[in-house]
């Protein structure tokens, strides 16, 4: 039959995306794998040889590997609760019955279309500043100090921009799932008489259990890679060194690539814990 | 769902889904506003809203200096470049997975996921080292590259899930009339499947025109994208609040007009068809 014919035919198309596709991941890995083991300083005499697990254990004594994993964890979980609750909230609210929805969805949305780097900028410059930024000249008109968001609270910052850039996405895969939700079980509880609380709590939040798992993997995953929003705020400094950050600075700006690459090997075993999880959910559904 | 509300109720849900509404897309209608203004207008003391003299100054000045027109260029480059050459590796992949699935389809799918989720820091090394000798450092052609393999599981599973929907007895159908594997794909699938691949398409050159780890590390003057234009305006010169709206603005807008379009297939394509 053409079946033989026709599997042979699908092996040779798929051959290109899973080739390049297994370069792009296993050039980099095995060289990475490879630098991790060496002593490895381009500017400073190359290669000087290998070293075993030495970059391993540097990398994690190091004074400010704690507190990179720390501010990565509080600027994930900070985001991932912020965006979880809002979007929640927001959806709920998106779903009912309102005069120009269609625009109202847009303004919501907007954000996640704006480039990083620009986010954080307008954010650090034209909000957070705090001589002309329009928080210091609302902080100011309720007579207080502005605050000078980007030293003293560094983390909160960040967490502010990032959170705005994301909670689009929660919201509106948060809504997609909200509207696919049995209308009939939702008006029998309302004849019922249960209150909107109890109704929220047992009938949508276990429907959008699913949905919000999905939303924190994926996020997850992204906010695990933030740069751009640390690049060109504080770069780094003020305890905002997430462990991404840190390693692209051992890497590129103190050119350290063994040390860099043995926290490049941590980064990428933290994001397969990740992974694995969100891999289970949607391979479920592609039964 | 019919359920009945009161026209109060509506009101009321107006309101607030609007105030809302605005208060998330403030710092957008903010920035745009600035635009508009002159560099003293714009830290006016207290901030002046609406009643300001509108002026495009800023916007001749950011092209005169900064040359916004090369980065523009280098942005519409590298998007659609690499959006059209992952279209044309993943058509076929999708294609074959879809209508001729084998034993190992899911893992392959699965398998490419995987390789989107690798974090780039950890491999930010290996491709620097590489572009140089390669030459491919500050190239354009470098960063369609690599967008292209960033992108190309998104693609892949995008395309997936589009061709899943199209009914396979259409094609057994045409194959039964004697249609070659090459006229089923021309004549049969593709006009199926263009609304899907025009999606696709749309949203991931959206996600690389927003890229900003690879396009950052990765270029210097010559092929620098939007995105590493931007983010030379992060050490303030002076008054700038003005310039660097307008530029915002400038990198903003197209992808902004283009996201509205692309709503619906933004959870499709983000999630990997996990909600629908």
Known sequence: ?287 | MARSVTTRGKAINTAIAWAVGLLIFFPILWTILTSFKTEGQAIAAPPVFLFFDWTLENYAIVQERSDYLRYLTNSIIIACGSTVLGIIVAIPAAWSMAFVPGRRTKDILMWMLSTKMLPAVGVLYPIYLLFIKLGLLDSRAGLVIVLMLINLPIIVWMLYTYFREIPGEILEAARMDGASLKNEIIYVLTPMAVPGIASTILLNIILAWNEAFWTLNLTAAKAAPLTAFIASYSSPEGLFYAKLSAASTMAIAPILIMGWFSQKQLVRGLTFGAVK
């Open chain 1, 1 to 287: 039959m053409a079946t033989q014919h026709s599997r042979s035919a699908a092996r040779i198309m798929i051959a290109p995306a899973v080739i390049l596709l297994l370069g792009w991941m296993l050039v980099p890995l095995v060289m990475t794998l490879y630098f991790s083991f060496k002593k490895y300083l381009p500017l400073r005499g190359g290669d000087l040889g290998w070293v075993g697990f030495e970059n391993y254990s540097r990398f994690v004594t190091s004074s400010s590997f704690w507190p990179s994993i720390a501010t990565t964890l509080t600027l994930v979980v900070s985001v991932l609760v912020i965006t979880v609750v809002l979007g929640v909230l927001l959806a709920l609210l998106l779903d009912r019955p309102m005069w120009g929805q269609g625009i109202v969805r847009i303004l919501v949305i907007a954000p996640f279309f704006v480039m990083p780097t620009v986010s954080a900028l307008i954010w650090k410059n034209m909000f957070m500043d705090p001589i002309n930024g329009l928080l210091a000249h609302l902080w100011r008109a309720f007579g207080a100090e502005p605050i000078q968001w980007m030293s003293q609270a560094s983390m909160p910052s960040i967490i502010i921009i990032v959170s705005w850039q994301w909670l689009p996405f929660a919201t509106l895969i948060l809504l997609t799932a909200i509207q696919s939700l049995d209308g009939e079980q939702l008006e029998a509880s309302e004849m019922d008489g249960a209150p909107p609380v109890k109704r929220f709590w047992y009938i949508i939040l276990p429907h959008l259990s699913r949905a919000i798992t999905v939303v924190v993997l994926i996020q997850t995953i992204f906010l695990l890679a933030v740069f751009a929003e640390i690049f060109v705020t504080t770069g780094g400094a003020f305890g905002t060194k997430t462990l991404s950050y840190l390693i692209f600075q051992r890497v590129l700006e103190s050119q350290n690539v063994g040390l860099g690459s043995a926290g490049g090997v941590y980064a990428i075993i933290l994001a397969n814990i990740v992974a694995m999880f969100l891999m289970r959910i949607v391979g479920k559904n592609l039964d």
